[in-house]
């Protein structure tokens, strides 16, 4: 099946399944408010299971690339061809569950098929809350939380996983424990992930790819191979990290 590609007039976008090992395509994508351009003529491929970490300062317009991947971004002003599977699920800084359902419901809400329940006590048990299905979102920390959203994304198996900042209100034990946790869920799941953050150096312990966004373009784009598992003491570790910052402009910043 040819990919289900759509020229962009308004922002609008075509959606479909994408068989070369692509699973994000996009060509020539820019975006903007009123006469504001926020993001120019981006080119960005992703493919079946590669793991992009998005790094840019803040108003860059990481989270405006994201919502463009997620197809959230109707009001917006956009040109630009864009291919994305319809199969794809979003995580967010706070976990956006329903307050008055229970755990195991807010997992498997609008999700199909008569097993749905047993998938979402699966998925619940993935990422280690087993025993917690009845429990409201209020009942569990912001760690645990987060950890319920990352259940109710991945029983629908999606093609393609966006994420920005999911561990950015967790604080440093939490997300350590997260990111083992993240990897593992995207070793055996295998989605395309775009994943926005502002650490550098969680990025580079997650992303197979780290890209940089700067002044509405991809202003750097590297591939990350590092040994497993992943350490800050690796001299390539802290080589990618010093790259990095220059990148995001940090050291221009302290120097100045
Ligand atoms: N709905 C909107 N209406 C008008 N301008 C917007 C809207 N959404 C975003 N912008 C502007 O687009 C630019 C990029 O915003 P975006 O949220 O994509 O940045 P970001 O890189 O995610 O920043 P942060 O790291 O702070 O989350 C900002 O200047 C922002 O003010
Ligand atoms: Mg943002």
New binding site residues.
């Given amino acids: 099946m040819a990919p289900d590609t759509g020229r962009v007039g308004a922002g609008r976008v075509g959606a479909g399944r994408v068989n070369t090992g692509r699973v994000v395509r996009a060509s020539g994508l820019s975006r903007g408010?009123?006469d504001?351009v926020?993001l120019n003529s981006i080119d960005l491929d992703i493919a079946r299971g590669e793991f992009v970490a998005l790094l840019?300062?803040?108003?860059?317009?990481?989270?405006?690339?994201l919502?463009a991947l997620a197809e959230l971004d109707d009001?917006?002003l956009g040109s630009g061809e864009l291919t994305v599977p319809r199969n794809r699920a979003v995580v967010f800084q706070d976990s956006r569950l329903l307050p008055w359902a229970r755990v195991l419901d807010n997992v498997v809400l609008g999700l199909p098929g008569r097993d749905a329940l047993d998938r979402g006590r699966a998925a619940l048990a993935e990422v280690g809350l087993a025993g917690r299905e009845k429990a409201w979102p209020k009942e569990l920390s912001g760690g645990e939380q987060q950890r319920v959203a990352l259940a109710r994304s991945l029983v629908r198996e999606p093609e393609l996983l966006l994420a920005?900042?999911p561990f950015g209100a967790l604080d440093a034990l939490t997300r350590i424990r997260m990111h083992a946790l993240l990897r593992e869920l995207c070793a055996k799941h295998t989605p395309a992930v775009l994943f926005?953050t502002?650490d550098v150096d969680e990025a580079l312990l997650l992303a197979d790819r780290v890209l940089v966004?700067d002044d509405g373009r991809i202003a750097s784009d590297r591939r990350v191979e590092l040994d497993s598992p992943r350490r800050h003491s690796d001299p390539k570790f802290t080589t990618h990290r010093d790259e990095l910052l220059h990148a995001l402009g940090v050291f221009e910043e302290v120097t100045a």
């Fill in positions: 408010f009123g504001r926020v840019g300062r803040s108003g860059s317009g990481k989270s405006t690339l919502r009001n917006v920005d900042e926005i502002h966004l």
